[in-house]
T-cell receptor
Framework: EDQVTQSPEALRLQEGESSSLNCSYTVSGLRGLFWYRQDPGKGPEFLFTLYSAGEEKEKERLKATLTKKESFLHITAPKPEDSATYLCAVSNAGGTSYGKLTFGQGTILTVHP | GAVVSQHPSRVICKSGTSVKIECRSLDFQATTMFWYRQFPKKSLMLMATSNEGSKATYEQGVEKDKFLINHASLTLSTLTVTSAHPEDSSFYIC??????????????FGPGTRLLVL
């Protein structure tokens, strides 16, 4: 069974204090790892898709990296508007899990001014 | 690009009534759409996978007769909660994949529908 574990559960940062969120996964045949941002009462907003170990993607203050066992979401010099829940999900192209996303529990990020 | 809308955003209904939620891909065609349910402070739980023109595939434990899904076109999927009860109160979110893409292609999510059953 596919498993995704995110850590920490919650992270409080001061504005400008860089940090990283972790997503560890166990999946038989990773097809894609996805990062989403979710604000309270809203649907997840797509951030990145990573397909293979060694891949990196950047968008503004965010950078996502992928290894064979985990992914990191690095946040550089965060601002209060980066406060949200960050969700990691994996897709498995095998068996009954074909195309489905398995989500982690999320990391709640709070950035104080 | 890749915008998904849901309607309504919030609905309150009486126990025993049925509620229909619409999910639309606004600027792309979606061969596959997904329906999720999210409880407070919990992650998303997949309810069913919907393919245009065919029957939906439900996850284990999801009652197909209670949660009716129709994917009538490449831009519209609907979820009908039949004979709703208070325990069906939740946040329902749909997602859509670009038509013709691989099953592991990125899913784009709608804004969600908050259902409250009294």
């Amino acid at each position: 069974e596919d498993q995704v574990t995110q850590s920490p559960e919650a992270l409080r940062l001061q504005e400008g204090e860089s940090s990283s969120l972790n997503c560890s996964y166990t999946v038989s045949g990773l097809r894609g790892l996805f990062w989403y941002r979710q604000d309270p009462g809203k649907g997840p907003e797509f951030l990145f898709t990573l397909y293979s170990a060694g891949e990196e993607k950047e968008k503004e203050r965010l950078k996502a990296t992928l290894t064979k066992k985990e992914s990191f979401l690095h946040i550089t010099a965060p601002k209060p508007e980066d406060s949200a829940t960050y969700l990691c999900a994996v897709s498995n192209a095998g068996g009954t899990s074909y195309g489905k996303l398995t989500f982690g529990q999320g990391t709640i990020l709070t950035v104080h001014p | 690009g890749a915008v998904v809308s849901q309607h309504p955003s919030r609905v309150i209904c009486k126990s025993g009534t049925s509620v229909k939620i619409e999910c639309r891909s606004l600027d792309f065609q979606a061969t596959t759409m997904f329906w999720y349910r999210q409880f407070p402070k919990k992650s998303l739980m997949l309810m069913a996978t919907s393919n245009e023109g065919s029957k939906a595939t439900y996850e284990q434990g999801v009652e197909k007769d209670k949660f009716l899904i129709n994917h009538a076109s490449l831009t519209l999927s609907t979820l009908t909660v039949t004979s709703a009860h208070p325990e069906d109160s939740s946040f329902y979110i749909c997602s859509a994949q670009l038509g013709g893409g691989a099953p592991w292609e990125t899913q784009y999510f709608g804004p969600g529908t908050r259902l409250l059953v009294l």
